[in-house]
C-alpha cells in the first residue's frame, strides 16, 4: 500500500466515528509516521500501531489556548503485521478507532474488552 493509500484508509477509520462523538474531536491533530521511537521506559521490542497524546476530553480543564492533542498511527509496525491488504485495512481502523478511544477517556482495558486493541 502506498504512503497516499495508507493516508487514505486513515481518513476512511475516521469516517467510522459515529457523527455524534466526531463532532467532540476538536482541537485533535491525525497524524501518519513511519515508525515509533521507544521511551526509555518501554519495551523496546513492542511495536505500536498507534499512539494518542493529549488530555482526554472528561479530564480537560477550559483554557484559552492549548495545543492539540495528537493521534499518531504508525505506518511501519501496521505494514510489518498484515498479511494482506484487507487485513491493513482493517487494522488501520482499529487502530484508530482504539486511539479516538482515549480521546474520550477509555482505558486501554476496557478498549480491549470491547474489542477495539
Given amino acids: 500500500m502506498s504512503e497516499d493509500?495508507?493516508?487514505?484508509?486513515?481518513?476512511?477509520?475516521l469516517?467510522?466515528?459515529?457523527d455524534e462523538l466526531a463532532r467532540l474531536l476538536t482541537n485533535v491533530v491525525v497524524v501518519v509516521e513511519e515508525e515509533y521511537e521507544p521511551q526509555h521506559w518501554e519495551d523496546p521490542d513492542t511495536e505500536l500501531f498507534g499512539l494518542?497524546?493529549?488530555?482526554?476530553?472528561g479530564e480537560r480543564a477550559e483554557v484559552p489556548w492549548q495545543m492539540p492533542d495528537r493521534?499518531?498511527?504508525?505506518?511501519g509496525p501496521l505494514?510489518?503485521?498484515c498479511r494482506?491488504?484487507?487485513?491493513l485495512e482493517e487494522q488501520i481502523t482499529v487502530t484508530v478507532l482504539h486511539e479516538v478511544g482515549h480521546f474520550f477517556g477509555i482505558s486501554e482495558e476496557r478498549?480491549?474488552?470491547l474489542g477495539w486493541g
Fill in 5 to 13: 493509500e495508507f493516508d487514505a484508509a486513515v481518513s476512511a477509520a
Fill in 15 to 18: 469516517t467510522r466515528v459515529p
Fill in 52 to 57: 494518542y497524546e493529549g488530555v482526554p476530553l
Fill in 71 to 75: 493521534i499518531v498511527v504508525f505506518r
Fill in 79 to 81: 505494514m510489518r503485521h
Fill in 84 to 87: 494482506d491488504r484487507a487485513e
Fill in 111 to 113: 478498549l480491549h474488552e
